[in-house]
């Protein structure tokens, strides 16, 4: 019996970053957060906010498929590399499917700036489990 797909809800440090969702589907999970408020001592954009950001929208599009099967998803793994940094602007993050199976699934999540070039990398992995 198929399920309804999970509509994303921003939890606090969600809502605390300035993320806002743009698209929402079991291909596709992206959204959108400001570099200003997230940055650190030397002006740039934080990398543990590239990759909090990053992590819940890979997450998000985990929980999203697993929904579909009548389950959850909790992350087991996340990796990232950083290749540019930004210091004003809003940053974009895409998140879609490597692999959806009816245990693990694997998203690359994709960071950019305004003007599309890519700031961050990352592989998350989630393991599906029954709803309690």
């Known amino acids: 019996m198929p399920h309804e797909p999970w509509q994303i809800q921003l939890g606090e440090l ?10 929402q589907s079991v291909e596709c ?3 959108t957060m400001p570099v200003e408020g997230n940055r650190q001592s030397f002006g740039l954009l934080h990398g543990g906010a590239s ?8 997450s998000w599009a985990a929980v999203i498929h697993a929904s579909t099967l009548g389950k959850t998803a909790v992350g087991v793994d996340v990796s990232a590399t950083h290749h540019k940094s930004a210091r004003t602007g809003v940053i974009t993050i895409t998140a879609t499917p490597i692999h959806l199976g009816g245990t693990l699934t694997t998203h690359e999540v994709v960071i950019t700036n305004d003007d599309g ?3 961050c990398s990352m592989r998350i992995t989630n393991l599906l489990l029954e709803k309690r």
């Open 29 to 31: 999970v992206i959204a």
């Open 51 to 58: 990759l909090a950001v990053g992590e819940a929208v890979g």
């Open 14 to 23: 969600d809502e605390k970053m300035g993320v806002k969702i743009l698209e």
């Open 117 to 119: 070039a890519r700031l």
